[in-house]
């Protein structure tokens, strides 16, 4: 057992030199914390952390929010990334708000059937909000262990995940299993980092055993790389009298529910309008209509976790107003876009054009 017993205390004794205050620390509402765990699922705080803000903001209660249009959850978690979060999110809400009279679950079992709750989220919240023994299980978590106890299983293999889930519920204060998971990932966050860690000025030095091999940066051991798929989509800016036609994704596939121009998508890079004019979506909407193009953006590329989107802007005008409701195409005022909530990579090209006032 040895080090393992006086882990907690390490960590706590490390705790109280440092000071990291969030909104959701120290907090016991279930809704609230729930929704920061939410948030910060696949996100950076500094990057989550407004988003908690604005949330907490406009929906102070498990109703407020279960109550809200989708397009308004949607457009408030712009930028985020990871969309079906937002959808799951607002599942979950209206769940416990309507069925569940507003009264969130209080076991372990139950907060994991929750829509968009995983084990690390689950644990979080039984122990943030209700004091639960459950260890947290996540990056942070996996770098901690494995360096300190200089595990070479790999942690995203099977037989890892057991592993590191039995230590990190070995090394659990459970009497106080909120303050533990706290501490624990604040020293992920803040000490053990992933490039640089602050191991010349580290409580668990003298014990830990990847800092005593020189071994600091091999751990933690993975096996798997990661391969992103290539994706090349052509977008039309259809443009006609300060207008330009949009819709709403429905599809399963990534940004579902989010906005978008006209979209072709392509199995490689187009250069050519002639290229583009031969797809079966441009025959659809396009064959035969009077269409100018103005000009083609630069690429925009967006980096998703199993996707690699290279995205390209064909900017066109219109002299007049063509058929495109039959696709479920409208027709948007230009001024009008910031309503719209729109993946990042269209967002990106709308800043570019002077933040949607002026777009060409
Ligand atoms: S000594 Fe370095 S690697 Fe070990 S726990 Fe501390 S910061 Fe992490």
Same mark, same amino acid.
């Given at each position: 057992?040895?080090? $393992?017993? +006086?882990?907690? /205390?390490?960590?706590?004794?490390?705790?109280?030199?440092?000071?990291?205050?969030?909104?959701?620390?120290?907090?016991? +509402?279930?809704?609230?914390?729930?929704?920061?765990?939410?948030?910060?699922?696949?996100?950076?705080?500094?990057?989550?952390?407004?988003?908690?803000?604005?949330?907490?903001?406009?929906?102070?209660? !498990?109703?407020?929010?279960?109550?809200?249009?989708?397009?308004?959850?949607?457009?408030?978690?712009?930028?985020?990334?990871?969309?079906?979060?937002?959808?799951?999110?607002?599942?979950?809400?209206?769940?416990?708000?309507?069925?569940?009279?507003?009264?969130?679950?209080?076991?372990?079992?139950?907060?994991?059937?929750?829509?968009?709750?995983?084990?690390?989220?689950?644990?979080?919240?039984?122990?943030?909000?209700?004091?639960?023994?459950?260890?947290? !299980?996540?990056?942070?978590?996996?770098?901690?262990?494995?360096?300190?106890?200089?595990? +070479?299983?790999?942690? /995203?293999?099977?037989?890892?995940?057991?592993?590191?889930?039995?230590?990190?519920?070995?090394?659990?204060?459970?009497?106080?299993?909120?303050?533990?998971?706290?501490?624990?990932?604040?020293?992920?966050?803040?000490?053990?980092?992933?490039?640089?860690?602050?191991?010349?000025?580290?409580?668990?030095?003298?014990?830990?055993?990847?800092?005593?091999?020189?071994?600091?940066?091999?751990?933690?051991?993975?096996? $798997?790389?990661?391969?992103? $798929?290539?994706?090349?989509?052509?977008?039309?800016?259809?443009?006609?009298?300060?207008?330009?036609?949009?819709?709403?994704?429905?599809?399963?596939?990534?940004?579902?529910?989010?906005?978008?121009?006209?979209?072709?998508?392509?199995?490689?890079?187009?250069?050519?309008?002639?290229?583009?004019?031969?797809?079966?979506?441009?025959?659809?909407?396009?064959?035969?209509?009077?269409?100018?193009?103005?000009? $083609?953006?630069?690429?925009?590329?967006?980096?998703?976790?199993?996707?690699?989107?290279?995205?390209?802007?064909?900017?066109?005008?219109?002299?007049?107003?063509?058929?495109?409701?039959?696709? +479920?195409?409208?027709?948007?005022?230009?001024?009008?876009?910031?309503?719209?909530?729109?993946?990042?990579?269209?967002?990106?090209?709308?800043?570019?054009?002077?933040?949607?006032?002026?777009?060409?």
């Amino acid at each position: 057992m040895g080090f $393992k017993k +006086d882990f907690k /205390d390490k960590l706590y004794a490390w705790s109280q030199t440092v000071h990291r205050p969030l909104p959701w620390k120290g907090i016991d +509402d279930p809704y609230l914390i729930w929704l920061s765990e939410i948030l910060l699922q696949q996100t950076r705080v500094d990057q989550g952390l407004p988003y908690y803000l604005k949330f907490k903001e406009h929906y102070p209660t !498990v109703e407020d929010m279960a109550n809200a249009p989708e397009d308004d959850i949607m457009k408030l978690w712009e930028g985020l990334g990871y969309y079906s979060r937002a959808r799951n999110m607002h599942a979950t809400a209206k769940y416990i708000a309507l069925e569940r009279n507003g009264i969130f679950p209080n076991t372990y079992r139950e907060i994991l059937d929750l829509k968009g709750v995983g084990p690390y989220t689950a644990a979080a919240i039984a122990s943030f909000a209700f004091n639960l023994p459950h260890a947290v !299980v996540d990056g942070n978590v996996y770098r901690v262990l494995a360096r300190i106890f200089a595990i +070479d299983t790999p942690s /995203d293999s099977t037989e890892g995940k057991k592993q590191f889930a039995e230590l990190a519920h070995e090394l659990l204060d459970k009497e106080n299993p909120g303050k533990y998971n706290q501490a624990i990932m604040d020293f992920g966050a803040t000490q053990c980092t992933p490039k640089n860690p602050a191991c010349s000025d580290c409580v668990m030095s003298d014990h830990c055993q990847a800092f005593a091999k020189q071994a600091v940066a091999q751990y933690p051991i993975k096996t $798997k790389k990661l391969k992103r $798929k290539k994706r090349y989509f052509n977008y039309l800016v259809l443009n006609i009298d300060g207008q330009v036609y949009i819709r709403k994704r429905t599809q399963k596939d990534i940004w579902q529910k989010l906005y978008e121009f006209p979209l072709i998508e392509t199995t490689e890079e187009i250069s050519e309008l002639g290229d583009l004019e031969k797809s079966e979506a441009w025959q659809q909407w396009l064959h035969e209509q009077p269409v100018k193009i103005d000009r $083609k953006s630069k690429p925009y590329k967006q980096t998703l976790t199993h996707q690699l989107i290279h995205a390209c802007f064909w900017e066109f005008h219109l002299d007049a107003a063509i058929n495109l409701t039959d696709f +479920d195409f409208q027709l948007v005022d230009r001024k009008n876009l910031r309503k719209f909530a729109f993946p990042k990579i269209i967002d990106w090209y709308l800043g570019d054009k002077s933040l949607y006032l002026n777009l060409f």
